[in-house]
């Protein structure tokens, strides 16, 4: 399996301000049609996971342009340009190239 | 609209055995493969594997494979899991998801699975 690892695990945050969490996986992401099968989700306490970004860096319906998903190959990111109170919860990010799929770790978001 | 509906939260005993299940509604059930997620108490997620209506042709994690069985039933547009001996370790909550070539988009409400003796 492509192993996943995310950093921080922990991110305190202060409404308002930017943050961003680091995904790296072991094997390159990158198929040969162009496509980077990798995606971010958000899960909050007591709902399904939310889909935030698929295929590296394209922001699923609904989900607002304050989050962005970037980073080629190996490293990626998720950024979010400025915080709100309602983006806490665990962030994780998936990758979806080979057979079998793997998240990473997980990321607690939460205010300081 | 689509719905994907799980069935409700179960108690069960080490050995016993398990099905629960995930009902899709407002679409196709054929056209869309449905995925599993587990999480367990206080953990991360964990990706189980996925199945394609149509055919039931399953992939599945390493992690999971021979001890639980993915399937489905185009008849009645519902995808199942499926254990015959159920562990302690199988306490989690379960999820079931609408995919979109390799994409979520819809997802069940999540099945609380319990296992004690």
């Known amino acids: 399996d492509i192993v996943m690892t995310q950093s921080p695990l922990s991110l305190p945050v202060t409404p308002g301000e930017p943050a961003s969490i680091s995904c790296r996986s072991n094997q390159s992401l990158l198929h040969r049609n162009g496509y980077t099968y990798l995606d971010w989700y958000l899960h909050k306490p007591g709902q399904p996971p939310q889909l935030l970004i698929y295929l590296r860096s394209n922001r699923a319906s609904g989900v607002p342009d304050r989050f962005s998903g970037s980073g080629s190959g190996t490293d990626f990111t998720l950024k979010i340009s400025r915080v709100e109170a309602e983006d806490v919860g665990v962030y994780y990010c998936m990758q979806t190239l080979q057979t079998s799929w793997t998240f990473g770790q997980g990321t607690k978001v939460e205010i300081k | 609209e689509v719905q994907l509906v799980q069935s409700g939260a179960e108690v069960k005993k080490p050995g016993e055995s398990l099905r629960i299940s995930c009902k899709g509604s407002?679409?196709?059930?054929?056209?869309?493969?449905i995925s599993w997620v587990r999480q367990m108490p206080g953990k991360g997620l964990e990706w189980m594997g996925k199945i394609d209506p149509s055919d039931s042709y399953t992939t599945s994690s390493p992690s999971f494979q021979g001890h639980v069985t993915i399937s489905a039933d185009k008849s009645i547009s519902t995808a199942y899991l499926q254990w015959s001996s159920l562990k302690a370790s199988d306490t989690a909550i379960y999820y079931c998801a609408r995919l979109v070539g390799t994409t979520t988009d819809y997802w069940g409400q999540g099945t609380l699975v319990t296992v004690s003796s």
């Open positions: 407002g679409y196709s059930f054929t056209s869309y493969w």
